[in-house]
């Protein structure tokens, strides 16, 4: 058998005396995708900086074709063919998908002072270079035009026409609706058929039980174990994820009683706006979860964002426990009792250079204050209260500004700061994006805790898994219309996409 | 992972140290400098810049900027000049206050509402409020005083904002420490203050979380408006005259001085007490220059390079700047531009 492509062995670091990896070891054969897993602070990213050259490791050895190599800095990695493909993308917007391509290398022309771009020779090297993975994208478009999909296979096509034999990809399904996710894997496979070695992080399992051949698991540091595919399961997957197990979430909920919601909470008559959704019905009752499943850009998103006031709505009436609110901004959303947690929390959820004192009190001054100043101990009595409550962990204490907090405890500061608000509804986005497994689970019970004291939950996502486990009735929108109505015991996840592909229930 | 409180507290630390390496060695150069009488005059001086800088940093920490401060003053002043004897002095020093205070106003009308960007926004009020003041005054420079004799008692009380002291202090020192001990409770302390730094750090967060963020905005912008108000009528007092061509540049003076106590362009950080070291460091080493008879160009050129110098070490600092790093990678290769969408879609 030859050689691994990739060995890294023994690895450790430490931060200012922190083990932050001890002895962890894996490897990588040529045309294989290997998984790495581990909930946030498990290890993966300091891995990867390793291997990038971004950190040096303190102990342990780095392999390629089993010759041991030195990796000081990003650029030995990339002279080795080792390349990142971060979440975040770095390009151009305004230039073309070929001068992206190549970029620092364009092909030059205009005799001996050669000071002309080759514009022919430059888009015939792109379409080659695009044609070894089968892409179909004009050399031509320019990058801002293409979709998020797009310019991660771009990305990687980048990284394989310089010579890439080991790709990193951190997270690249977090921003993909269910058929992009399904392209970006065919590219995979291109990738693999090539003799790649991938390296595979994601926080969505199912992800990784279709791509990866091999899937290694870190967790806190400690390499738990490194398994093929055919020997695990979701749970046990889960389980040494976490070092705990965590029961089956629908099964809990299958044997709970069907809950008995209270009166109507948050009914919406006739909402519509033109481009986004069009005369949207729906009710959610105090104490229920009502899931709204819709594939990207099916204006779920604006949707919710109309109902609070984020973003005004052309016609429509909302009603909050049954009376009219007139919700022409966000302070309106937030004065009728509705609270709204964003998509994406570190843009629109938190002041990240704010303490987490701060950030759960934002909404809640008028409480906080007498004679227009705050009242410091009452603050700090009420924030202390959601943190215990949201079991909301930081390293540095209640004043950690929220930019050091995990996703997970990002996220429960975002809703903690909506209960302190005391709302009666709450619009959730995307609950759990780019958050782990744990904190996942963790986020749920509090759902269902609230809900359980009366809140009504819309949750909005795009995640079927966690609609399915979560709501007690889901609703599903496609192109900007309801098209089903499903109660928990009906839904099945073949309904649930049928009708958030536009199919008739 | 640094503590962030650690990290304010060595700024100030760094700020108290340069200003005290400045006062040292112009002492040792000048034997002027280190009396009390030109301590004291040199405190007169600064109230103007230190008046607007106090609101120009809870402007900038609420994520705003105000070039227009400068001939927002002058304007006042004109306004107090042309109209004493029309209206009396206290009234047109009262409508100069109120006109600034509009000034400011609309600044943040066309900033918050209209949705123009600040630097255009107040860098064409700063043309228009200083065209203002030359086409009032004619150009001119206008005595502020009772020429005919029928005002005395007024313009005794006006003399007094420039001249009179308070608790031991001259006047303009004294609202200067006054104002500067409320906007700091303010911060503090109030809704207000949280709001500056909540919309500052995050605008769209903040909106989203329920906050008034335009009509914080735009409060922020009318105090700026009206701390020029406050500031024009100490002037116009003090110098007995009212000037269109006064505190020409002098926003420049003040932003510099935000920015070397710790002011971010960005919004969201800082503080008034980083903001007030920086006015004395730039005043003492102004001072100290003039007293050395250093031109005022050179003095100029002073001010420019403590601005970028201390921005810069800053920015190395937090950067981990690596200096072996740097030469290794600095080869001519070209940059990609970096577009995450979280920063595409931040204004």
Redesign the interface.
Known sequence: MTAPLLTMQHIVKSFYGVKVLDDVSIDLFAGETLALLGENGAGKSTLIKILNGDYRRDGGEILIDGQPVNIDAPRDAENLGIRMIYQELHYAPELSVAENLLLGALPRRGGALNWLIDWQQMNRQAHEALALLNVDIAPTTKMRDLSVVEREIIEIVKALSRQARIIVMDEPTAALTPPEVQRLFGIIRGLQARGVGIIYISHRLDEVFEIAGRITVLRDGKHVGTNPRAEVTHQSLVQMMVGRSIEDRAEVRAQSEAITPGAVALEVRGLSKAGAFNTIDLQVRAGEIVGLFGLLGAGHTLLTQAIFGAIKSDSGTILVDGTPARIASPQDGQRAGIGFVPLDRKVNGLVLDMSVRKNITLSNWRVLTRFGAFQRGLEMQHSRNWVDQLGIRMAGGIETHTRYLSGGNQQKVVLARWLEANVRVLLLNEPTWGVDVGARSDIYDQLEALAAQGLAILMVSSDIEEVLSVSHRILTIYKGRLTGEFSQSDATQEKLLHAAAGGQS | ?R???MRSVQEIASLVVMLVIIVVVMSAASPVFFTTRNLENTLLDITTVGILAIFTTMLMIGGGLDLSIGSTLALGGVIVGVYQEAWGILPAAGAAILVCGLVGLINGFLVTYVGINPLITTLGMLSIARGVAFVLADGLTIPVFDLQGTQTDAYTLFTQFGEGRVLGLDTPVAVMLALFVLAL?VMQ???YG?AM??IG??Y?????????VRRYRMIAYMLSGLSAGVACVLLTSRLYAADPRAATGMELTVITAAVLGGISLAG??GTLIGTMLGVLILSALMNGMKLLSTSTDAQNIALGLVLLLAVGLDQIRQRNFNIM?FL??SRL??E???????E???S
């Open positions: 992972m503590s962030v409180q409770l302390f109030t809704p949280r730094y909540a750090g995050n769209q967060a903040s909106n989203l979380a329920g906050l008034a969201g950080k790093r290794r990678s290769v070209p990609v531009a970096r577009v995450s969408p979280a595409g879609s931040q």
